[in-house]
T-cell receptor, first 116, second 114 residues
Framework: GAVVSQHPSWVICKSGTSVKIECRSL??????MFWYRQFPKQSLMLMAT?????????EQGVEKDKFLINHASLTLSTLTVTSAHPEDSSFYIC????????????FGNGTRLTVT | QKEVEQNSGPLSVPEGAIASLNCTYS??????FFWYRQYSGKSPELIMS????GDKEDGRFTAQLNKASQYVSLLIRDSQPSDSATYLC??????????????FGAGTRLAVHP
């Protein structure tokens, strides 16, 4: 089945630093990937759509200059949290559709970010 | 109005019983509906997908969709303690999101007790 690999699985960083999270589709190509964020006891909130070869599209209220997304190839999207602050501490999850049309999303294992 | 609404629970059922999880959505243009299961600290895993009105069965799981009522449900038969998790309803954003941009409900926490 479709596998989405996300790295790192957890990271602790100091306030003001930047953190990069990678998302790879291992056995399929993904022209589109989606980045979600989940705070404790809350649901997944869509942050942005990562588009291969073009700019990402961000959901309302998500700062594009703070959450940099790069989709450099058909199998890799990265999310960089710039100048991280404690309120950015969350569970970040990437996902990709495994096929064309109405395919379900397959999720990476998530990255637990803690900003101290 | 939230785009996707679920009762947060917890829904507590005895082992062997049927668990019924419900979800309503606001976008009439939505065409794809999914149920995901999420264990604490883990990412969601796909349980069921449904695209047409009616019932769809897969093992102990049955998804039901009623587009006229904008309602989708998940039934879990013969519930097991291992089914205890949060169940997330996800709906594609029909107007502008294409097939794959999914919006999630807040999730219903299911607890199956022995």
């Amino acid at each position: 089945g479709a596998v989405v690999s996300q790295h790192p699985s957890w990271v602790i960083c100091k306030s003001g630093t930047s953190v990069k999270i990678e998302c790879r589709s291992l056995d399929f190509q993904a022209t589109t990937m989606f980045w979600y964020r989940q705070f404790p006891k809350q649901s997944l909130m869509l942050m942005a759509t990562s588009n291969e070869g073009s700019k990402a599209t961000y959901e309302q209220g998500v700062e594009k200059d703070k959450f940099l997304i790069n989709h450099a190839s058909l199998t890799l999207s990265t999310l960089t949290v710039t100048s991280a602050h404690p309120e950015d501490s969350s569970f970040y999850i990437c996902s990709a559709p495994a096929g064309q049309g109405r395919s379900p999303l397959h999720f990476g294992n998530g990255t637990r970010l803690t900003v101290t | 109005q939230k785009e996707v609404e679920q009762n947060s629970g917890p829904l507590s059922v005895p082992e062997g019983a049927i668990a019924s999880l419900n979800c309503t959505y606001s976008d009439r243009g939505s065409q794809s509906f999914f149920w995901y299961r999420q264990y604490s600290g883990k990412s969601p895993e796909l349980i069921m997908s449904i695209y047409s009105n009616g019932d769809k069965e897969d093992g102990r799981f049955t998804a039901q969709l009623n587009k006229a009522s904008q309602y989708v449900s998940l039934l879990i038969r013969d519930s097991q303690p291992s089914d205890s998790a949060t169940y997330l309803c996800a709906v594609n954003r029909g107007r502008s999101g294409g097939y794959n941009k999914l919006i999630f409900g807040a999730g219903t926490r299911l607890a199956v007790h022995p």
